[in-house]
């Protein structure tokens, strides 16, 4: 079936570096992701979100971008603090408004 | 800023037993949502609910699964006959227009024994 998933399970990075977490997804008839940050605990947190007539959207220290060609979606933490720490979930809004959760990153920034 | 609280947090069930897990969605949102999400998985998508009945459910959500909105502030899932693989976190989520945001709750963690 079609499915929204991860490229690499795992990130570290150095505190004040920029961070990139990638997602690919499968179903081309999607038009809208969301990007979530879950801590360790908690549930998921919405960090940032885009529609597939974008390719690009900016928000506070966070660019996520869509390329609808090769259906790869990507988020970009710049100056990553230790407070960033957490994983990271790429979700495609469904049919029904169900949200369908990629499988996550965990991103760890070391001081 | 308003959000979503479950209760309880941490529910121990033994197999077989029923439960209800409790969600408080943010008081002017009309959607709702339950998730649920095994230890190191995905999260993964259970049942949308709108205008006092399901609009939605996958194919996890059988017949053991009930949601309700017993009044105008609670929305509730029921698991009739918990089974060893129902151990989960359970996040209720809600937003306020069909295409909107969804705001999730901090999780209730249902351990079956």
């Known amino acids: 079936g079609e499915s929204v998933g991860l490229h690499l399970p795992t990130l570290s990075v150095q505190e004040g570096d920029n961070s990139i977490i990638n997602c690919a997804y499968s179903n081309s008839a999607s038009d809208y992701f969301i990007w979530y940050k879950q801590e360790s605990g908690k549930g998921p947190q919405f960090i940032i979100d885009i529609r597939s007539n974008m390719d690009k959207r900016q928000g506070q220290r966070v660019t996520v971008l869509l390329n609808k060609t090769v259906k790869h979606l990507s988020l970009q933490i710049a100056a990553t603090q230790p407070g960033d720490s957490a994983v990271y979930f790429c979700a495609e809004k469904g049919a029904n408004n169900d949200m369908r959760f990629g499988a996550g990153t965990r991103l760890t920034v070391k001081p | 800023e308003p959000e979503v609280t479950q209760t309880p947090s941490h529910q121990v069930t033994q197999m077989g037993q029923e439960v209800i897990l409790r969600c408080v969605p943010i008081?002017?949102?009309?959607?709702f949502y339950w998730y649920r999400q095994i230890l190191g998985q995905k999260v993964e998508f259970l049942v949308s609910f709108y205008n006092n009945e399901i609009s939605e459910k996958s194919e996890i959500f059988d017949d053991q699964f009930s949601v309700e909105r017993p009044d105008g502030s609670n929305f509730t899932l029921k698991i009739r006959s918990t089974k060893l693989e129902d151990s989960a976190m359970y996040f209720c989520?809600?937003?306020?227009?069909?295409?909107?945001?969804?705001?999730f709750g901090p999780g209730t963690r249902l351990t079956v024994t």
């Open positions: 989520a809600s937003s306020e227009m069909g295409q909107g945001q969804q705001y």
């Open positions: 008081s002017n949102h009309l959607y």
